[in-house]
């Protein structure tokens, strides 16, 4: 089946350092990628929806200038968490969708401390 | 707005029980319907896929079933294995195939050998 890989697995960063996550589609084109968090005991949250070439929609109550959005290419989608906050610790975890399903990376787990 | 919810939050069993699962969600309106097992420290992995026409799909020791209409689907997991146990994840989509995921909070599953 399709891969995609999310890179880092898990990162401790400082408050106030900025941390970069990447999604890569390794075997198909991924027209849309999805971004999402889950915070402990609560449902996984869309956060933005990226589609190559253009500006990320961020869902309510998201920061888009918090959380940067590349998608430059049909296979890789990056989400910089900015100027991190411990608040800001959670799983995040990126989806590359393509014809009626999407497929997920491993998720990454952010602490901030 | 959808609302996705799946209950028991938790459950236990012993090894070789039938179990079932159970997701609801407010908007009928939907393109399909999936059902996820979310390891820690993996990605989400896909294991049924239920379109808005559909009832049910069988893959395995796994039955999921869609009631659109009344907003309800089930996931059967016939003699429960100690692999088995991971939190597992019902999700609607909307908008067509490229639509995003609605995720419920996940039902924690816990197979005792």
């Known amino acids: 089946g399709a891969v995609v890989s999310q890179h880092p697995s898990w990162v401790i960063c400082k408050s106030g350092t900025s941390v970069k996550i990447e999604c890569r589609s390794l075997d198909f084109q991924a027209t849309t990628m999805f971004w999402y968090r889950q915070f402990p005991k609560q449902s996984l949250m869309l956060m933005a929806t990226s589609n190559e070439g253009s500006k990320a929609t961020y869902e309510q109550g998201v920061e888009k200038d918090k959380f940067l959005i590349n998608h430059a290419s049909l296979t890789l989608s990056t989400l910089t968490v900015t100027s991190a906050h411990p608040e800001d610790s959670s799983f995040y975890i990126c989806?590359?969708?393509?014809?009626?399903?999407?497929?997920f990376g491993s998720g990454t787990q952010l602490s901030v401390l | 707005k959808q609302e996705v919810t799946q209950i028991p939050a938790a459950l236990s069993v012993p090894e070789g029980e039938n179990l079932v699962l159970n997701c609801s969600f407010t908007d009928s309106a939907i393109y399909n319907l999936q059902w996820f097992r979310q390891d820690p420290g993996k990605g989400l992995t896909s294991l049924l896929l239920?379109?808005?026409?559909?009832r049910e799909q069988t893959s395995g020791r796994l039955n999921a079933s869609l009631d659109k209409s009344s907003g309800r689907s089930t996931l059967y997991i016939a003699a429960s294995q100690p692999g088995d146990s991971a939190t597992y994840l019902c999700?609607?989509?909307?908008?067509?195939?490229?639509?995003?995921?609605?995720f419920g909070k996940g039902t924690k599953l816990s197979v005792k050998p």
């Open positions: 239920i379109q808005s026409s559909q």
């Open positions: 999700a609607v989509r909307h908008g067509g195939s490229q639509g995003n995921l609605i």
């Open positions: 989806s590359a969708s393509t014809s009626n399903t999407g497929f």
